[in-house]
């Protein structure tokens, strides 16, 4: 795979380089680069595509309502633990209508998203300096990464591209269409109601100014508000609350978001500079068209490839844990009877690969010499699983407030790696023999 990133890099910078003097139109330059871009955003995406923890938390969710357990955590509990309800509804659609996987069904959805950013961020730096949207769709596709790694099969790439969309449409004159466009990113991304306000108030200042009539800040309100009032009905109904948390991890997305923002205005400003002042019976091609182009691919060539490459190791690590985490948790699924109560130490992946009738919990002390006691009314986890992923050796040593009621039991793979979980001590002799039952696990007692 970093092979087909290196080929596509040099096919674009090739195209740019020696292919760009030599098509005869504008257009058709624009197109061949901005198709080449596309082509560069996926293999990177390939390349370093992680997903994190934290998403697994929406799979669950996602995997709850399409098999008819509603938009809930755990079932029987509803608690609203996300706030992203569009990415949500998005990503259980193809598990509820085709029994997709989730968590590929969501990969393949940021991709196309980011996709989508690219060829939006074309759009909009396109408008204000024509030649200009090649560097602004060059630009975004050369930190797609950001989208990718550690953020695969998020919302952050939804949320880029309706904050993107949403400009478009504001800059042609479309503020209906706008105001529906920031009610779902307020929809997919709790704080995006910061640009929805940026965009009522950018409206009102143009009303004033009398470069608008004043439908338009009415008509971007309506629009929000049509999704925005039932989506609220709707969380007051069902889970007695209006308003989505604001996300613990609001920073990780800005980074590409900011990046596709910086890109268009960038290539905006490098556009205009390049632009003739002064008209001529035969236009040419601007600075911009001549040879930033060229520059841009290079440079980029020459920044994201090898911030990939240096991600490779990252990546693999990641990658690894994430296999041995769905493993594990198939075990606990396929060994444990449903309704088990277990602790997955926080870990969503675990609790999501854990199947949907395991009741997921935490425990938690006052002091680290405290009796546990769960953080939900499911009664005290059977089991605890301190490490989600395999350990390199034997460990027996027990977290504090575990020690009085949970005692400690190691497994052995066949390859000698190893995995350390707690059981509660009244139930361990019965889940030891459940746990057993799996031939690619050994029980190796502690001492």
Request: contains cysteine; positive net charge.
């Amino acid at each position: 795979m970093p092979g087909a990133l290196v080929a596509a890099w040099l096919a674009l910078a090739g195209v740019a380089v020696g292919v760009w003097p030599r098509v005869q139109t504008r257009q058709a330059r624009r197109v061949w680069i901005v198709l080449l871009a596309l082509v560069f955003a996926l293999v990177l995406q390939l390349v370093v595509a992680t997903v994190p923890d934290g998403a697994f938390i929406t799979f669950r969710y996602a995997r709850n309502i399409a098999e008819g357990y509603g938009a809930v955590y755990t079932i029987g509990e509803r608690v609203e633990g996300l706030p992203n309800f569009v990415w949500l509804v998005l990503v259980t659609l193809p598990r509820a209508m085709f029994g997709a996987d989730v968590v590929t069904g969501a990969v393949v959805l940021g991709v196309l998203s980011t996709l989508g950013c690219v060829v939006v961020a074309y759009l909009l730096a396109k408008r204000f300096a024509g030649g200009a949207g090649v560097i602004a769709a060059l630009l975004t596709a050369g930190a797609s990464l950001l989208a990718a790694h550690g953020q695969a099969g998020t919302e952050t790439a939804l949320f880029v591209l309706l904050v993107l969309t949403g400009c478009l449409a504001l800059v042609s004159g479309h503020p209906l269409v706008g105001g529906v466009l920031a009610a779902l990113a307020v929809m997919t991304r709790s704080d995006g109601v910061v640009f929805a306000l940026l965009g009522e108030v950018w409206l009102l200042y143009t009303a004033v100014r009398r470069r608008s009539s004043w439908w338009a800040p009415a008509g971007y309100l309506l629009g929000a508000l049509v999704f925005l009032v039932p989506w609220w009905a709707w969380e007051a109904t069902y889970y007695d609350r209006v308003g989505a948390a604001w996300p613990d991890s609001a920073h990780l997305p800005y980074g590409f978001l900011l990046c596709t923002l910086l890109a268009v205005g960038a290539a905006v400003l490098f556009g205009r500079l390049g632009t003739r002042r002064r008209p001529s019976p035969h236009p040419r091609p601007g600075l911009a068209e001549r040879r930033a182009v060229p520059v841009v691919a290079l440079v980029l060539c020459a920044v994201s490839v090898p911030a990939a490459f240096a991600a490779r190791q990252v990546v693999h690590t990641d990658r690894l844990r994430s296999s041995q985490t769905t493993e594990i948790g198939h075990w606990l699924r396929d060994s444990l009877p449903a309704g088990s109560t277990i602790d997955t130490f926080g870990n969503a992946a675990l609790a999501y690969r854990a199947g949907a009738r395991m009741t997921i919990t935490g425990v938690t002390g006052r002091e680290p010499d405290d009796s546990v006691a769960p953080v939900a009314d499911f009664g005290l986890p059977v089991l605890a699983a301190p490490l989600a992923w395999y350990a390199p050796g034997q460990d027996c040593e027990i977290a504090a407030r575990y020690a009085e009621r949970y005692d400690v039991a190691t497994f052995r793979r066949a390859d000698t790696s190893w995995l350390t979980i707690y059981l509660r001590g009244d139930a361990e002799t019965r889940i030891l023999a459940l746990l057993a039952g799996d031939e690619r696990w050994t029980y190796v007692p502690c001492g």
